[in-house]
């Protein structure tokens, strides 16, 4: 056992189990909030393209529908299941991610949109393995960490879990997808630091990735433009810039209270996609500031709340489980914020919770399953 962990058992056994009872209730409260208000923003920015495309304005919104009911059963059952059983699931979720991300990459089997093949079509449903793959590396992690506790501190016990989701990462980067590949090496490694990983480790894997960053961000040309836009993304209004400049105005136009709802103007084929990735831009420019400073409120309580239930856990794998769901959420959060606001580069990662996206959202309510499933937990395996 690490440092940390007998700081969290030491400060926290006392409390855990009024905390976790609570934990239950909050975070599905605080995720059906915020599922509601994205169903409503979906419906809000995809309608008039929706009706031009397919001649149904509600299409991306029943679409959304249908994942949020699959999305709640995998809620129940994750929520329902054990902790023993969950840590069973760690490894071979893992190898069937990593034989999804293969398939991805396969001519005949991947689905490429917009030159990227990161889609696999089982009739009408298209699932996206990287997303998922984020549940199976939370259980593995969490999984290997609990066995192995202070090997974590050696270099080599540091290192396998590492290796294994370094192909995982790979695998994503072919496709390409470099976000999200991105957001779970920093998961990854505030698990690890969590852990109890010495710090000296982890500087020098961090250090290892710049290079390969570089590599990959000016070696390819509609990454490299990105950059410069993300510098100065009015050097190409019309270009790579265009899309963080019509989340200004969205954000801009917005004031305090917004324009109202469903009264929004960028969402008008002006800003790209409002319903996926900017969909908060559109919720800021139709609900103001006011508005957007709740939702993000109810994020950074969602994730508060991971937290706490993480440190109430007498369970090692539970309280890694825990906060990996949180590291994950918040990551997702703060880029997804950062890059409407123009304070990161433009990448594909949706809000939690809020964005069009059957992957995204079944993702985000197995893991909030997973942290019901960890409050419940009461006895050490």
């Given at each position: ?22 934990g239950?209730?909050m ?56 902790l ?18 293969v ?9 490429t949109?917009k ?50 989701v ?5 695998l ?10 991105a ?34 961000i ?22 790579s810039g ?22 929004g103007?960028?969402k ?34 969602f994730?508060a ?17 825990a ?13 997804n914020?950062?890059?409407?606001s ?12 809020l ?5 995204s ?7 909030t ?9 009461r006895?050490?395996?």
């Open positions: 056992m690490s440092w940390r962990d007998a700081q969290t058992l030491t400060l926290y056994r006392a409390d855990a189990v009024p905390a976790s009872r609570r239950d209730r975070v599905m409260v605080l995720a059906c909030i915020l599922i509601a208000v994205g169903i409503g923003m979906i419906y809000s920015g995809s309608a008039v393209m929706a009706q031009k495309r397919f001649g149904d304005s509600a299409y991306f919104l029943k679409r959304q529908l249908l994942w949020l009911a699959v999305g709640m059963v995998f809620l129940l059952v994750f929520a329902r299941t054990d023993k059983t969950l840590r069973s699931w760690g490894v071979p979720f893992l190898l069937i991610g990593l034989v999804a991300l398939a991805v990459l396969l001519p005949m089997i991947g689905v949109v030159g990227a093949r990161r889609w696999l079509r089982f009739g009408v449903w298209t699932i996206q393995p990287a997303e998922l793959v984020k549940i199976a590396v939370l259980l593995y992690l969490a999984h290997y960490m609990a066995k192995n506790g202070e090997r974590i501190e050696d270099f080599r016990g540091f290192m396998r879990p590492l290796l294994m370094g192909l995982v990462l790979g994503i980067v072919v496709e390409p997808d470099l976000g999200t590949a957001l779970i090496g920093l998961v990854t490694l505030s698990l690890l630091f969590i852990g109890g990983a010495r710090l000296g480790h982890l500087s020098m894997i961090g250090l290892a990735a710049l290079p390969a960053l570089y590599l990959l000016s070696g390819v040309s509609y990454r490299r433009q990105r950059m410069l836009s993300f510098l100065d993304p009015w050097s190409d209004p019309e270009g265009f899309q963080v400049i019509q989340s200004f105005l969205a954000l801009g136009g917005g004031g305090a209270f917004g324009v109202g709802l469903g009264e103007h960028q008008l084929f002006f800003l790209p996609e409002p319903h996926t990735d900017f969909v908060l831009s559109m919720l800021g420019e139709e609900l103001g500031f006011l508005g957007t400073s709740v939702i993000i409120l109810l994020l950074a309580l994730v709340k991971g937290f706490m239930i993480a440190l109430a856990a007498e369970d090692p794998f539970g309280r890694y489980l906060f990996g769901v949180s590291f994950l959420v918040a990551f997702h959060t703060l880029i914020v950062g890059m409407i123009g304070l990161l580069p433009t990448k594909g990662l949706p809000l939690p919770f964005s069009y996206g059957g992957s959202l079944v993702v985000n309510m197995i893991g399953g997973m942290l019901i499933s960890v409050s419940r937990d006895q050490p395996i």
